[in-house]
């Protein structure tokens, strides 16, 4: 360890307001950036496999879903990152035309009907939209 390195480690640490966060967490986004009828796609590692979601702001309710149709595995938004309806009452697969109720993810229309998307665990911290996920 250099003596430049090794005075500045002995150094006091001012005090400062820190928020821990869990190490299963994972940043997502700010809750200003996700205003109501938004989407955001991301992607996370689930059983070592990269696994493409969706976080949607439903009139204020904030949800996230695996983004894959529950008739056929491919994505909903054939990736332009637009999940609802038009009038923004259901996420719609612009494959088949399923629609989903988007407070618990259950195919209401369209093929699959019954079946529901894979909903994800989201934890709102100072502000700060996680996925709550562990292995």
């Not at 928020?19 to 809750?31: D, E, F, K, P, W």
């Not at 491919?74 to 109720?101: A, Q």
Request: charged share 25%; glycine share 8%; with cysteine.
């Amino acid at each position: 360890m250099s003596n430049r390195l090794r005075k500045h480690l002995s150094k006091p640490v001012a005090q400062s307001k820190v928020t821990v966060v869990n190490s299963h967490r994972i940043l997502l986004a700010r809750v200003e950036e996700l205003p109501p009828g938004t989407t955001k796609k991301f992607t996370f590692d689930a059983n070592g496999r990269k696994t493409e979601a969706f976080l949607a702001n439903f009139r204020g309710e904030l949800v996230a879903f695996v983004n894959r149709c529950v008739h056929l595995p491919i994505t909903l938004d054939l990736d332009d990152n637009d999940f609802f309806t038009c009038d923004g009452n259901l996420f719609v697969c612009k494959t088949h035309g399923s629609v989903y109720d988007p407070h618990a993810g259950k195919c209401v229309g369209g093929p699959g009907q019954g079946k529901s998307l894979d909903r994800l665990p989201l934890v709102v911290d100072a502000g700060v939209i996680y996925l709550d996920w562990k292995e």
